[in-house]
């Protein structure tokens, strides 16, 4: 009964969510029967938030080898060039790469975006808590982020924001829009890192699922809502 009102909720919020553990069913599916790739010999890669909160929202992790985790806070893939380097050297011989990538939202029942109820905790807290941090600052007009080694994530987390930062609060859910530039912002440095490095990987193609996971209370199923599925061919790239 409470999964189907959340169902109603999120979907109020994101149309096109499904349960993220019937997504990653269908996505496997899809790379075996239409892309004809062995999952037996498939590496995963996630470029999702540091937050424990995302580790059960999908059955990827119980599939596939890995992950070889790229993703630091909000989910940007800090380990940059190095990483996806790493990343394509450690595909197994003849297997195939695959990497899942985006940002998380919490929602409530009572449909408030970058909430959600954490395990054993009776009070509602920030999901992302990244994201909702940088949405607080951005707020003060006068705040500007300063790269530095001791909060070295969050403030490049908030400088590549910055750029969105007047979009994202003349929107009417700012929570929803800071995720979605996240999103698009993630979607890009993945891509490029793979056209940096597409001479690393010795395999023929690269998997991409990115979108958004949308939490929701403890014990329940998450959301995904797939934003870009396709099958990389790197010589063409």
Known sequence: ?????????????????????????????????????????????????????????????????????????GGLPFAGQTGMTAFAHH??????????????????????????????????????????????RFQDGSYAPVIN????????????????RDDILANEDQAKAITEATYKIIDQKVHDHIVACKDEFHVDTVTLLGGIIINTDYGLDDYFDARNFEVIDLKNI
Not at 149 to 164: A, T, V
């Open 91 to 136: 595909i197994p011989d003849e297997g195939s790469a695959f990497i899942f990538y985006g940002p998380h939202i919490g929602v409530t029942l009572d449909g408030e975006l970058g909430k959600m109820y954490r395990p054993r905790q009776e009070e509602t807290g920030n999901s992302c808590g990244a994201l909702m941090l940088a949405l607080q």
């Open 149 to 164: 080694d001791e909060d070295y994530q969050q403030m490049k987390l908030e400088e590549s924001l910055l750029p969105h």
């Open 1 to 73: 009964m409470l999964q189907r009102k959340f169902d109603q909720v999120v979907k109020g919020h994101f149309p096109n969510a499904k349960d993220a553990k019937d997504t990653s069913i269908h996505y496997l599916g899809k790379m075996q029967l239409e892309h004809h790739i062995d999952i037996s010999k498939v590496l995963m890669a996630t470029s999702v938030c540091s937050d424990d909160i995302n580790i059960p929202s999908t059955t990827f992790f119980n599939v596939l080898f890995g992950p070889f985790i790229m993703g630091g806070l």
